[in-house]
């Protein structure tokens, strides 16, 4: 069954430069089937990336395959232990990104839930940023 959710989440991205917070309080859809867990909502121009579509996928062995569309696209999957490359599309043109996640842990049911990752960005290998995502989804009140 896919409900309507409030979504926050708060991103923290570090690299040379220092650190980034971003957080979002948005509205979502959420759902399961398979053991796997469908959350989708739009990025906004909160987030800083415009008139975006995110779309996550929390697999049952918690990898989470992260889906966005609109005015940047791109596809990539973090899963604990493991490296991912991912085209990434943005308006300046296309670049190839590797994804090395750290950890990626979920307390998700029917009702919602927490979704914690920590992923590192690369691009040829060289580290662009880490990146510690948390997501909390409940109802719609």
Do not use: C, W
Not at 71 to 95: D, N, V
């Amino acid at each position: 069954m896919i409900k309507d959710v409030i979504i926050d989440i708060k991103g923290t991205q570090e690299n040379d430069e220092g650190k980034n917070v971003i957080e979002l309080n948005t509205e979502g859809r959420f759902g399961s089937k398979d053991g796997e867990y469908f959350l989708s909502y739009d990025e906004g121009e909160l987030s800083g990336l415009g008139n975006v579509k995110t779309v996550l996928v929390v697999r049952p062995d918690h990898s989470v395959l992260l889906t966005r569309s609109g005015s940047l696209e791109s596809r990539f999957e973090i899963e604990a232990g493991k490296r991912s490359l991912s085209a990434y599309h943005t308006p300046e043109g296309e670049m190839m990104l590797g994804f090395y996640g750290e950890s990626v842990e979920h307390d998700l049911s029917e009702e919602g839930g927490n979704i914690s990752m920590v992923y590192t960005i690369d691009s040829n290998l060289e580290l662009v940023s880490r990146n510690t995502v948390k997501i909390s989804v409940r109802g719609a009140q």
